[in-house]
């Protein structure tokens, strides 16, 4: 298959991009390695209500996801934040009445942010869409083509493109084949990039009642001796089942060689820290993203303690005589490792591919690849 554009990665930036593409009337196809669209964007529905086990939040100040949010008409909330925090101290103990508010300000996507994947999905054309669609190549073959690089999927599908964005983190793509090889300063400067959150792992304890507010709780706490060190209220905007969500705070090599006993000690933990009911929860949903292999590395088992400066070094800047772009969320110099970077990398690289494109089409009298 042939195409102006072709898409590696169907998370929010790869989605948006797609958008900006379909609007300017390029060519374009979007092809995904999962089974599902939304990358690191994964909303769990239980009882027709959604529970984020990816990033969940998104804050003021950050005017694209606003306004993205507006345009397709989905609603949005404030982060429950009343309430006292609990904080758990390297023995174990528990204190309470250590201050207030302390997610106030953040906000949060009516039904899960898996919501927006699908509107962005559903108003795409269907048959550039391709899940299952894991790269095994990328050849760049005559540059003089008009279609010179040729991307190979495991599926023996293969697309042939003017330009390629890889809307995947850095290091994932780093593991890509290439022919020819992409410079080593490349390589390298892509393996150094973390991903944001690939070595976290999340808990979400699913209840009946929101039975901490009637305690006086936030559902805010932290903790110095785990197994969870962060956890806040994940319930819905209206209504039940309620939830309380935390971010692991154990190795990754002890989440997978226990899982059962990682979410034994959650359900003690929560126990401990908000009370009996808090140990008896309906369920509890556990994602790992340090071992999903379309997220994480091995450079990613070790979470990240703060937010790394992102931006797009030097090294992935002008690949294949500016045919082949790095377009995930850790290319965002302003709100890198955010979903408001994924969003700002897609306009970026939108407002260029964009530009050259009219460029070109000047130049050539016509449209290319429509």
């Known amino acids: 298959m042939k195409t102006r554009f072709l898409i590696v990665g169907g998370g929010l930036s790869g989605l948006s991009l797609a958008h900006q593409l379909q609007a300017a009337g390029l060519d374009w196809q979007l092809i995904e390695a999962r089974d599902r669209w939304g990358g690191r964007i994964l909303t769990e529905v239980i009882d027709g209500q959604g529970y984020d086990l990816g990033p969940s939040w998104f804050w003021p100040g950050q005017p694209r996801i606003e306004a993205l949010l507006k345009k397709l008409e989905l609603g949005r909330f404030d982060q429950a934040y009343e309430g006292e925090l609990i904080y758990q101290d390297e023995n174990g103990r528990v204190h309470r009445g250590q201050g207030f508010a302390s997610m106030q300000g953040s906000r949060r996507l009516k039904g899960g942010l898996g919501k927006l994947i699908e509107k962005l999905v559903t108003q795409l054309p269907s048959e550039r869409l391709h899940l299952n669609a894991l790269v095994s190549k990328i050849t760049n073959r005559d540059e003089n083509a008009e279609f010179p690089i040729e991307v190979s999927t495991e599926t023996s599908a293969n697309f042939s493109a003017s330009e390629v964005v890889l809307a995947i983190p850095p290091r994932i793509a780093s593991q890509l084949t290439y022919a020819p090889g992409l410079p080593a300063q490349a390589m390298t400067a892509a393996e150094k990039i973390p991903t944001w959150m690939a070595g976290h792992a999340k808990a979400v304890a699913i209840y009946k009642t929101a039975f901490w507010k009637e305690s006086g709780l936030s559902g805010d706490a932290m903790s110095r001796s785990g ?144």
């Open 227 to 370: 197994p969870l060190a962060e956890i806040h209220d994940a319930s819905p905007s209206e209504g039940g089942p309620y939830a309380l969500f935390g971010f692991v705070g154990v190795p990754a090599s002890f989440r997978s060689e226990h899982p059962e006993a990682l979410k034994d000690g959650i359900t003690k933990q929560l126990g401990l820290l908000f009370g009996e009911q808090g140990a008896r929860p309906e369920s509890v949903l556990l994602q790992d993203w340090a071992f999903d292999p379309h997220t994480a590395t091995s450079f990613d088992q070790v979470p990240l303690n703060r937010h790394p400066v992102y931006g797009r070094p030097d090294a992935l800047k002008n690949l294949w005589r500016g045919r082949l772009h790095f377009g995930s969320t850790e290319m965002g110099s302003q709100f890198g490792g955010f979903i408001e970077g994924a969003l700002e990398v897609a306009d970026e690289l939108a407002a260029s591919l964009i530009k050259n494109s009219s460029m070109s089409s000047v130049a050539t009298g016509g449209a290319r690849g429509d």
